[in-house]
């Protein structure tokens, strides 16, 4: 502050309060004086009363110099506002999943990343979480996830659906069987065994087969007896074709199935005779 004389003019106090600030924020300049004919502030402000108070909102950090003048004046105090930068708004910058449609039972993985948030957390049970990660999920049903990021500005959302797909169940399959009811001892035929995808789900490694009882009605059966025919779409269908010759006199039955995985799809008989 500046020294005084009797009858010269001082500056009792120069304050800001609050201080330090954040940019975008205001403070209050307040200040007295004594036997002073005129106040003036810089930065812009120019003439003010002798005593009194000013809101002042500077964009950076600034130093306000008050003159005061009178009869021995001028005389001159300074006060320093700090001016601290705005945090930065919080955003959610991603909110992603791996496979937004999934079968019942099945899982996929949400992943987000966030900037300048302080917290982040997941609706649907699964809570707080790291403001940028992944975590996996498994819904029973279509679900919409809700993300929350809060910080500055916020708090903000962004959100992902999973739709969940009933399961396809069990493989579902017909098996048709053709060929000939009789042939004569020595004589050579052929069946056809085919299975036709009547579900709503590809069928995986399907094998067909060829079997006839007694096994003795039909040799040199080809290509043996159980061939890996691969993959068969829903509505799709795959056939097998077996040579065989007549062998023995006699009646029995011959038979057409299919199986993926070990397990039986279905399967179709029919009767034959090998005639003398």
Known sequence: ?????????????????????????????????????????????????????????????????????????????????????????????????????????????LAWTTSNATSVAIDNGIGAQPTNGSITVSPGSTTTYVLTAEGTGGPVSAQVTVTVNAGGGPPQGSVSLSGPSSIDRGDRTSFTVTLTNTGSSTITGVELSFSVNPNDLLKDVSPGDTVAVGDVAPGGSVSQTWNVRGDNEGSGTVTGSASSGGTSLDSVSQGFTVIK
């Open 1 to 109: 502050m500046g020294a005084a004389s009797p009858g010269s003019p001082s500056i009792d106090s120069l304050t800001a309060t609050p201080d330090p600030i954040t940019a975008g924020d205001s403070t209050t300049l307040a200040w007295t004086t004594s036997n002073a004919t005129s106040v003036a502030i810089d930065n812009g402000i120019g003439v003010q009363l002798t005593n009194g108070s000013l809101a002042v909102s500077p964009g950076s950090t600034t130093t306000y110099v008050l003159t005061a003048e009178g009869t021995g004046g001028p005389v001159s105090a300074q006060v320093t506002v700090t001016v601290n930068p705005a945090p930065l708004p919080v955003s959610v910058d991603s909110f992603t999943v791996t496979q937004a449609t999934i079968t019942a039972g099945d899982s996929t993985t």
